[in-house]
C-alpha cells in the first residue's frame, strides 16, 4: 500500500501552505497536530493521524510511553508532541500573568477547553483587584452533584495567592449549558462565603463543546 504524504494533496489543502497563506487559526487540530507529526503511515495521512490521536481524547493526560505505543507515532513524534504541548501550557501560562478579564467571553477562553472534558470538573480563575489574572485553580473533580465542594477549598487557594475577586467555571459533559439546581444552589453558597472573606466571586460559567453559559448574565445566582 503506497504512503498518503501530504506532498500529494493539492497544494491549496496543505496544512503548512494553508497556515502560511490564513494563518494557524484557519487549521483544524488535526491538521495542526499533522505538521507536528511530519508524516503519517502507508495508506494514512499525517492528517489522518493527527485525528486518530484526538480520538483518544485528551492528549496533555498521556504519558511519553502511551503516545509511543500508538501505531504510527513512535519515540521522535511522541516527543515532539509533549514538546508543542508543554510549550502551549507555557505560553498559556504567561498569558494568564498578562490578561485583564472584562467579560464571561474573555474568561470562557480559559475555560473552554473545559467542554471536551469527559468528567466533570469545577475551576476557580483568580483575579487581583484590577481583575489580572493571577493564576487558576482545580477546585473540584467528578461531578458538583457527586462530589462534595467545600468552600474552604476554594477560598483557601484565593487566601493564599491574594485573590480580590474570581470567576467560577465547570462542565457538563451531557452537552446541556443550563446550570442544574445544585449549580445554582452551589454558586449562591461561594457568593454568600466570598462575600465574609471579601473575595468577589464574579460569575459562574457553565462550559459545553462549542459554548458557554454565564450564571451572573442569566441572572441566577447573583440576585
Known sequence: MLEMKIKDFPEEERPRERLRRLGPGSLSDAELLAIILGHGLPGESAVDLGRRLLALGALHRLSLEELESVPGVGPAKAVRIKA???????????????????????????FSHLGFEEEEQLWALLLNRKNGIIGRELVALGGISRVPVDPRDLFRAAVRRNAAALILA?????????????????????????????????????????????????GVAFA
Open 84 to 110: 508543542a504541548l508543554e510549550l502551549g501550557r507555557r505560553v498559556q501560562m504567561f498569558r494568564e500573568r498578562l490578561f485583564c478579564i472584562s467579560s464571561p467571553a474573555e474568561a470562557y477562553s480559559f
Open 170 to 218: 465547570h462542565n457538563h459533559p451531557s452537552g446541556d449549558p443550563s446550570p442544574s439546581p445544585e449549580d445554582i444552589s452551589l454558586t449562591r453558597r461561594l457568593v454568600e462565603a466570598g462575600k465574609l472573606l471579601g473575595v468577589e466571586v464574579l460569575d459562574h460559567l457553565v462550559v459545553v463543546a462549542g459554548g458557554y453559559v454565564s450564571m451572573r448574565a442569566k
